[in-house]
């Protein structure tokens, strides 16, 4: 196998055997140009190269730059972009809902004055996170989250980062990636004790809200072994690595030698892989 472009982020889906197997899709541009997505799976227990070719395209504009911001793209385009608006950070600061855009009303109608849910995820261990119901449960999967369970439902973003803010004074909001990287057992009961604790937490103003039906899901990563220490690749600083592939669980390439490759963070990048 040989391919060689600019790299994206992974695309997850569910797999069809109703095991709650995550699927991967490999995704690349030459520069700007969409390339056809490669199955990663049949990489797991090959050896493979990854070389970077020592340039960086946006991901927006296609220009070589030096650095990138966001997923791969310029500091211009990102801080222009409708993705870059604090409230994808600060859900409870929207106001689209109001008919109040922070950016680009267009991209906040789309994104932001839907329905949102308030989840409880375990990635390295329970945090509490907001996404938009069709995301459900692809930003688990994206997380590298070993389970998760909706708590509530909301018809905007606003209110449910309303509810994130109450949780966090709670739990965490933010995920430990060396933690999520070694092996987290799915635990039912451990996620649907964390709902009952955050309806106690939230009270009765959010009890409209809440979701008592919902069950934990489990996700499952194709990963023949963890790292039992975390050894972190940068291409800026290792530009030519060759390794074992032994999974892959959240953005992370796992390889032999307990080193780790996060592809969302090299978003961008021109690469050669090949095995």
């Not at 797991?44 to 070389?51: A, C, D, Y």
């Not at 409880?120 to 261990?125: A, E, K, L, M, R």
């Not at 008592?212 to 790292?227: C, G, K, N, Q, W």
């Amino acid at each position: 196998m040989n391919w060689e472009g600019n790299l994206r982020k992974m695309d997850v889906k569910l797999g069809a055997s109703g095991k709650n197997e995550v699927q991967y899709r490999w995704l690349g541009a030459d520069i700007l140009e969409s390339m056809p997505p490669i199955d990663p799976h049949l990489w797991i227990g090959q050896e493979l190269t990854l070389e970077f070719e020592g340039e960086i395209h946006c991901a927006v504009t296609g220009k070589r730059i030096r650095k990138t911001y966001g997923e791969g793209t310029s500091y211009d385009a990102w801080i222009n972009a409708p993705q870059a608006v604090e409230s994808v950070f600060n859900p409870e600061l929207s106001r689209i809902h109001e008919g109040i855009a922070l950016r680009d009303r267009e991209w906040e109608e789309a994104h932001h004055n839907q329905p949102h849910v308030v989840y409880i995820s375990h990635t390295s261990g329970l945090k509490v996170g907001v996404t938009r119901t069709t995301n459900v449960p692809y930003r688990w999967m994206d997380q590298g989250a070993a389970g998760a369970i909706v708590i509530a439902n909301t018809p905007y973003r606003q209110l449910a980062g309303e509810l994130e803010v109450a949780l966090k004074t709670h739990m965490a909001d933010k995920t430990n990636f060396r933690k999520m990287l070694a092996q987290v057992d799915f635990d039912a009961k451990l996620l649907l004790d964390a709902r009952e604790d955050a309806f106690e937490w939230l009270g009765e103003a959010y009890e409209s809200f809440f979701e008592d039906d919902a069950t934990p899901m489990e996700m499952i990563y194709p990963v023949l072994s963890y790292p039992a220490k975390i050894k972190s690749i940068r291409l800026d600083k290792v530009s030519r690595f060759t390794g074992v592939l032994s999974g892959i669980k959240g953005q992370y390439l796992l390889f032999d030698e307990n080193r780790v490759f996060n592809v969302r963070n090299h978003a961008g990048y021109r690469v050669k892989l090949s095995s």
